[in-house]
């Protein structure tokens, strides 16, 4: 199996690329953003607590998302490999993933991180807010948490998959092309 970590700060293009490397690779997205909002939008008892947190930009809590991913990974048994997106976001998310996916017999190929300066961040996901409709990326305050987040539970699991040899930085600046070719490129290398 091939089992990617697509990992960066929110707006770096992990959604934007993970479209893509899902066709390339035939992988299943898995996405707890994506997963958070369907449980908004079908009105669940989860969605209604997360939607709580996610407006102000906080992190819900760890079993929350570990009991999502949990249950698309047990419900995928046939998946050639799956790319995290925006999961793990802190070192008890990625313990779990490890555990896991080693009762599934498999474990992380890699996590590929894609790098963008904050400056260019809140300039895209303010962007994206415009046509997103996502209330997260219209407030600069939240944005602002969102980051501050990032830095401060999630940017640390840069050095959980490193000191396990299992770490690739990619240059999140530039043409959707080129980023991509460059995430293939480091995949190929983890194949
Ligand atoms: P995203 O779509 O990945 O930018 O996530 C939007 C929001 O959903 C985040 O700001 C968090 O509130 C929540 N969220 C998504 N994934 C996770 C995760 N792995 N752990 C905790 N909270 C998450």
Not at 6 to 21: C, D, E
Not at 36 to 42: H, K, P, Q
């Amino acid at each position: 199996m091939l089992n990617l970590v697509l990992f960066g700060p929110p707006g770096a293009g992990k959604g934007t690329q993970s479209v893509k490397l899902v066709e390339r690779f035939q992988l299943i997205h898995l996405s707890t953003g994506d997963l958070l909002r369907s449980e908004i939008t079908a009105g669940t008892a989860l969605g209604i607590e997360a939607k709580q947190l996610m407006d102000k930009g906080i992190l819900v809590p760890d079993e929350v998302v570990i009991g999502m991913i949990r249950s698309k990974l047990t419900s995928n048994p046939q998946a050639n490999g799956f790319i995290f997106d925006g999961f793990p976001r802190t070192i008890a998310q990625a313990e779990a993933l490890d555990n896991l996916l080693k009762e599934l017999h498999t474990s992380i190929s890699g996590m590929l991180a894609l790098e963008v300066n904050d400056e260019e961040l809140i300039k895209r996901l303010l962007n994206r807010g415009k046509d997103s409709g996502r209330s997260d990326d219209q407030d600069e305050s939240i944005i602002a948490n969102r980051i501050k987040e990032y830095n401060n539970k999630t940017a640390p699991l840069a050095s959980y998959y490193s000191a396990r040899g299992k770490y690739t930085g990619v240059n999140g600046i530039g043409s959707l092309e080129t980023i991509f070719n460059d995430l293939c490129g480091s995949i190929e290398k983890l194949k």
